[in-house]
């Protein structure tokens, strides 16, 4: 595990119903193993502080370039990465919120209080805190930390996780952790690794090992990737790997993830390819057909957000 107490903190997002019981607040963690190709979230991939431009919301004003002490901002916008120091005078000028920060370094404790001002809707709904990204247990004793913190304040907590963690990782959180939730990308290890740069044997072996021997509830998560892994055969092994789950007495949920392209423009501000761009979401009629698969597997399957 890594020592470090500071954490890098993509960002926080408050009233969330999609990622755990109740209402709840994200805290992205930066950070990733993978690199699936349909991430909403591109920002978070990389353990650094970024400073990017969102070139569609310029209106070519140029305050940028003449506000910064550098030199660093070309005429025509380009970074000059070397020159910049991070001094945020672009961020601060620009009229139109273009140029942002993607990521920030917070301690345990300012994470805990900036999540505590969420907990009346957390008593109501029955919702906590949950770390995701990226991958939150990229930076797992800090992960650790904040959730030992978070059960000192009796908030609920839930990890959203690959499941690519070593397995000490997993069974060193999971005191602190009221919920898994994990991925289940591809079945088959080889095309797993195609899309995502990794085998999935260790994913399967964590899932099985957190809602078993650890005895923790588990979420299961299933990103519907149309030309990825929708074909009946995947998704009627993966039911039948949720049926096995859920013999553990620890399936909470499978939650069935139809694509959207919605972090699409991210992309191009992060000067990354988004390789997706051909592809539609699922129709809602496929998306009742795969539902339907785990229905007749007799697993609990809801569709996500
Ligand atoms: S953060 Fe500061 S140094 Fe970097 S580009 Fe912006 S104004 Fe220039
Ligand atoms: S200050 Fe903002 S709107 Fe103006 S040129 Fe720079 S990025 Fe564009």
Redesign the pocket.
Known sequence: MQKERIGLIDKLQNYCIHDGEGIRTLVFLKGCDMRCPWCSNPESLTMDIV?ARADFKCEDCGY?VR???????AADYT??TG?????????K?CPKSA?S?YGVEMTPEEVVAAVEKDRAFYAKSGGGVTFSGGECTMQSMFLLNTLKLCKEKMINTAIETNGNAPEHVYEALAPYVDMFLMDVKHMDSAKHKEYTGVPNDRVLRNIMRVASELNKPVMLRIPLIPGVNDDDDNMEQTAAFAAEVKETGNLRMVNILPYHSLGASKYGVMGMEYTLDETEPPAQEKIDHVLEIFRRADVPVQQGG
Not at 67 to 73: D, N, S, T, Y
Not at 83 to 91: H, Q, R, S, Y
């Open positions: 400073l940028c506000v910064c002490p550098k030199g660093a901002i970074l000059n020159l910049c120091d991070m001094c945020g005078a672009c961020v000028a140029w920060f």
